[in-house]
């Protein structure tokens, strides 16, 4: 879903003539019911804003061309993700896009996730 920040980005650029300029790069986190995971290892995983990895497309739905791997847990289990977000920054920074994971995981310690290209799919509705 795209969140109220990034739809007011893209309406002024489309209606006002705003000046818009998308993320360079974008942070892939995971959420458990809102609430960014954190602690364990946890980092969100950066994704540069290219056709490399987000592959042009010509319907309503963009998704990753590249595999990416999540961070390695370390000093215990992750807590169960059941979100994925896509964000502006490393740590803070805006919320663009969020949607929940069609299957929740927790990433059990020394253990990391790999995400297939496709698995991440961005729609505007």
Known sequence: MITAFAAAQ???F???GGAYSGPAVFYVGFRTSGVELSGNGYARIALTADTTNFPATATNIISNGVEFVSATASGGSWAR???VALYDAPTGGNLWYWDLLDTPFTLLETRFRT???GALQI???
């Open 115 to 117: 995400f297939a290209p």
């Open 14 to 16: 489309d209606f006002n």
């Open 10 to 12: 893209h309406l002024n």
């Open 123 to 125: 729609r505007m509705i």
């Open 81 to 83: 993700a059941d979100e």
